[in-house]
């Protein structure tokens, strides 16, 4: 599979927020995005890795049935974490 280019994503937007903040999330983790995937999977939320990067660019947001899978996936104590301060 191509890896699509890394976009920066938009942060006048609360979806470019996210993404930002869930890729940080992942780099602080040392987690590829494929690497990424196969543990949010793990934790019980379905996802691909075009959707995980659909999020990372903020071109989707993200879906908030996977906030318990990304909390556990990148360590967090609670599900607030995931999602930036305004």
């Known amino acids: 599979m191509m890896t699509p280019k890394r976009k920066e994503p938009d942060l006048s937007t609360y979806a470019g ?3 930002a903040r869930l890729r940080m999330l992942r780099e602080k983790a040392g987690l590829s995005v494929k690497e990424a ?3 949010i999977n ?3 939320y379905a996802i691909t890795e075009m959707t995980y990067y659909s999020w990372e660019n903020g071109n ?3 879906n908030l049935n996977a906030i ?3 909390a556990k996936t990148f ?3 609670t599900c607030q974490g995931v ?3 305004n």
């Open 17 to 19: 927020r996210c993404g």
């Open 68 to 70: 318990p899978a990304l």
């Open 83 to 85: 999602f930036p301060k």
């Open 42 to 44: 793990m934790a019980g």
């Open 75 to 77: 360590g967090l104590k």
């Open 37 to 39: 995937v196969e543990k």
């Open 60 to 62: 989707r947001q993200i």
